[in-house]
């Protein structure tokens, strides 16, 4: 995947939301001070954001959760040692609305609860939320999302060409993720091992069905094979900084 603009200099008079969610998200990246970028965000009008289509909104969801958790495990990292803390305190403004990590994920990204395994709606939305929310769940975004922890996959900045971005970010984490040992388990399935991330999210991808169907996609296992499904552990141990373009 080809991120060219990510070498470009940021503008921080930009007032489209996802030029401005690219420059935060680059400017965490290199370093650099993301003050102007944060303020914008946070200066946005809601007009602003429903002005993205669905496709954008994803892609600026996707740049604000990442830069967000960056941010917020950069400036408050003793919040990292309780991940309930971490996840529920404020991380980033946009249009004059605190958001957590766990309101970008799971509200405005998947518009289901962080729990029943991505079977269960949220509840009691809030109006922002409603408004502003991508209009469904997209499993690939597991495959997007960092927040610091060693098992995250690696982070990228995502624009208007998100569709084709996260087929990449898919196939580059599950290439690096996937075991099928196609001779283990009983009646000769085999057993595949995948992301964890497949397990807590198990509705998003459709169920077991759905994640052999995208392992079948990816050639991580044959079209006629139905392996046993097995989950790899997460490893929590704090990550910052991983940038596609840190990978060799």
Not at 221 to 241: E, L
Request: glycine share 6%.
């Amino acid at each position: 995947m080809s991120h060219s603009a990510e070498d470009e200099e940021p503008s921080t008079a930009a007032t489209d939301p996802l030029a401005v969610s690219r420059a935060l998200l680059v400017g965490v990246k290199r370093g650099e001070s993301v003050e102007a970028e944060r303020e914008s965000l946070a200066a946005h009008s809601e007009t602003a954001l429903d002005a993205l289509d669905d496709a954008e909104r994803l892609a600026f969801w996707l740049n604000c959760y990442n830069a967000a958790a960056q941010l917020l495990v950069a400036d408050r990292p003793a919040l990292y040692e309780s991940r309930r803390r971490f996840f529920a305190a404020d991380a980033l403004t946009v249009a004059g609305t605190a958001l957590s990590l766990d309101d970008i994920e799971h509200g405005l990204l998947r518009g289901h609860s962080k729990y029943g395994l991505g079977y269960l709606p949220r509840v009691r939305p809030a109006a922002f939320e409603r408004r502003h929310r991508v209009d469904s769940v997209d499993p690939r975004i597991h495959f997007a999302l960092n927040c610091a922890a060693a098992s995250c996959p690696a982070i990228a900045a995502y624009s208007t060409n998100v569709d084709a971005e996260l087929d990449d970010a898919t196939a580059l984490y599950l290439d690096r993720t996937v075991e099928f040992d196609p001779d283990a388990g009983p009646f000769g399935r085999g057993v595949v091992r995948v992301p964890r991330v497949c397990l807590w999210f198990h509705g998003d991808f459709g169920g077991v069905a759905g994640v052999r169907a995208l392992l079948r996609d990816h050639d991580l296992i044959g079209a006629d094979d139905r392996p046993w499904v097995r989950y790899h552990g997460w490893d929590w141990t704090r990550r910052v900084g991983w940038f596609r373009d840190d990978e060799t």
